[in-house]
Structures are given as structure tokens and as C-alpha cells.
């Protein structure tokens, strides 16, 4: 099986293009970012606060968290409910980031991210893919950008989503989280010693996918 691992900040397109290139190349996605966001969602919902590691630990093993694919898209379930949407909040996300930096919470969904590689060619992206879930994969990519071409594109998104969008509060988010990400004690954010970095700040969408989907092809040949 090959596995390809893509890592990097917040807002740099990881999920995106790792949809996309999966869809070319006919490979699984797996966003684990997603599994974080439902931990955090959970919290949120059962007024866990994450500053208390023991009650985060003590809510995990109550936890459903299942990835589904329809119609060769990736589904999150959390029980019987389908939070592929309500994940996808700003405030989750600073909740992910948070929950993300405990250990025990790393370790408790590491299996589950493993497995997928385990019987399918596929595409993980997240933050410690390469150095911590699969650092046997194939092929490593760190794909990054400036806080402020992240922040546009952030903007934009949920623009077209109709919904209001403020870029200062939104670079502010973006630069706490890579704070966060890059600092935490378990696993920080940073690029395997053997990645191809990849700087999407003046590249098309277009552009991304087809150089991802040709350094796959030059890796695994």
C-alpha cells in the first residue's frame, strides 16, 4: 500500500488538495484534522472544558467517532449524527487546536488514523502526519503558506458559504494556531526531516494539485 502524508498549518489548503489529488490518482482521503474538530465539537457540546485534561480523557472512551465514505467522500459521525458541517466552525476550530496539544488525546486516536493505511493507498493530511502517524510514508509533503494569503482565502471561503467573514479576527485565529500547533509538547507541528515543501502563496488551485499529483508520481514510480 502507499500512503502519502501531507502536513502543515492551518488554512493551507491541505484538506482541499489532498481531496482533489486522492480523486486523481484514486486513493483514499482520510482528513484527520476532521477526528480532532469532533473531539473538540463533543467538548463543546457536553461542556467539557479542555483546560481540564482529566475530564477530556474521561470523555473519550464515550466517544463514536467513525469515518464513513459516501459517494467517495469522507463522512465524520459522532454517534449516529453526521457532523461533517458542524466541525467546520472557527470556534471549533480554535477547540480542535487546543484539544490537539493532549497527549492522551493523540495517543487514543492514533490507531484509528493508522488502520486506514493499513489495507488502501491513501492520502492523510494533518499535522504530525509524516513525523508521528505514518512515518514509513511513501511520499511527505509540507504545504504551507503566509498567514495573511491563508486568512484571504479563509475569507473568501465563507463568503461564498454566505456567511460574514472578519479577515483581522480571522489572521488572529490563524496565528494563534500555528503558535499552538508548533509549540504544543506531543507531536508539534513541523516537517519531516525528508518532506517536499510545497509554498502555495502565489499558486492557483490548479497549480497545487497538479505539483502534488507530480511528485506522488516521481515518489512511488
Same mark, same amino acid.
Given at each position: 500500500?502507499?500512503?502519502?502524508?501531507?502536513?502543515?498549518?492551518?488554512?493551507?489548503?491541505?484538506?482541499?488538495?489532498?481531496?482533489?489529488?486522492?480523486?486523481? =490518482? @484514486?486513493?483514499?482521503? +482520510?482528513?484527520?484534522?476532521?477526528?480532532?474538530?469532533? /473531539?473538540?465539537? !463533543?467538548?463543546? &457540546?457536553?461542556?467539557?472544558?479542555?483546560?481540564?485534561?482529566?475530564?477530556?480523557?474521561?470523555?473519550?472512551?464515550?466517544?463514536?467517532?467513525?469515518?464513513?465514505?459516501?459517494?467517495?467522500?469522507?463522512?465524520?459521525? =459522532? @454517534?449516529?449524527?453526521? +457532523?461533517?458541517?458542524?466541525?467546520?466552525?472557527?470556534? /471549533?476550530?480554535? !477547540?480542535?487546536? &487546543?484539544?490537539?496539544?493532549?497527549?492522551?488525546?493523540?495517543?487514543?486516536?492514533?490507531?484509528?488514523?493508522?488502520?486506514?493505511?493499513?489495507?488502501?493507498?491513501?492520502?492523510?493530511?494533518?499535522?504530525?502526519?509524516?513525523?508521528?502517524?505514518?512515518?514509513?510514508?511513501?511520499?511527505?509533503?509540507?504545504?504551507?503558506?503566509?498567514?495573511?494569503?491563508?486568512?484571504?482565502?479563509?475569507?473568501?471561503?465563507?463568503?461564498?458559504?454566505?456567511?460574514?467573514?472578519?479577515?483581522?479576527?480571522?489572521?488572529?485565529?490563524?496565528?494563534?494556531?500555528?503558535?499552538?500547533?508548533?509549540?504544543?509538547?506531543?507531536?508539534?507541528?513541523?516537517?519531516?526531516?525528508?518532506?517536499?515543501?510545497?509554498?502555495?502563496?502565489?499558486?492557483?488551485?490548479?497549480?497545487?494539485?497538479?505539483?502534488?499529483?507530480?511528485?506522488?508520481?516521481?515518489?512511488?514510480?
Amino acid at each position: 500500500m502507499i500512503a502519502v502524508a501531507i502536513d502543515g498549518p492551518a488554512g493551507a489548503g491541505k484538506s482541499t488538495i489532498a481531496k482533489r489529488v486522492s480523486g486523481e =490518482l @484514486g486513493y483514499i482521503y +482520510v482528513d484527520t484534522g476532521a477526528i480532532y474538530r469532533t /473531539v473538540a465539537l !463533543a467538548c463543546i &457540546r457536553s461542556n467539557t472544558a479542555i483546560e481540564d485534561v482529566q475530564a477530556v480523557e474521561a470523555l473519550l472512551p464515550s466517544l463514536d467517532i467513525r469515518l464513513i465514505f459516501f459517494n467517495g467522500e469522507q463522512h465524520i459521525l =459522532l @454517534g449516529d449524527e453526521d +457532523v461533517s458541517e458542524a466541525i467546520r466552525t472557527e470556534n /471549533v476550530s480554535m !477547540a480542535a487546536s &487546543r484539544v490537539s496539544a493532549i497527549p492522551s488525546v493523540r495517543q487514543y486516536l492514533l490507531d484509528l488514523q493508522r488502520n486506514f493505511a493499513r489495507n488502501d493507498n491513501v492520502i492523510m493530511d494533518g499535522r504530525d502526519i509524516g513525523t508521528v502517524v505514518l512515518p514509513n510514508a511513501q511520499v511527505k509533503i509540507f504545504l504551507t503558506a503566509s498567514p495573511q494569503i491563508r486568512a484571504k482565502r479563509r475569507v473568501l471561503q465563507l463568503q461564498e458559504q454566505g456567511m460574514e467573514a472578519d479577515y483581522e479576527k480571522i489572521l488572529y485565529d490563524i496565528i494563534q494556531r500555528d503558535y499552538n500547533d508548533t509549540h504544543r509538547e506531543t507531536a508539534p507541528l513541523k516537517a519531516a526531516e525528508n518532506a517536499i515543501e510545497v509554498d502555495t502563496s502565489s499558486m492557483t488551485l490548479e497549480e497545487v494539485v497538479q505539483k502534488i499529483t507530480e511528485i506522488i508520481k516521481e515518489q512511488t514510480l
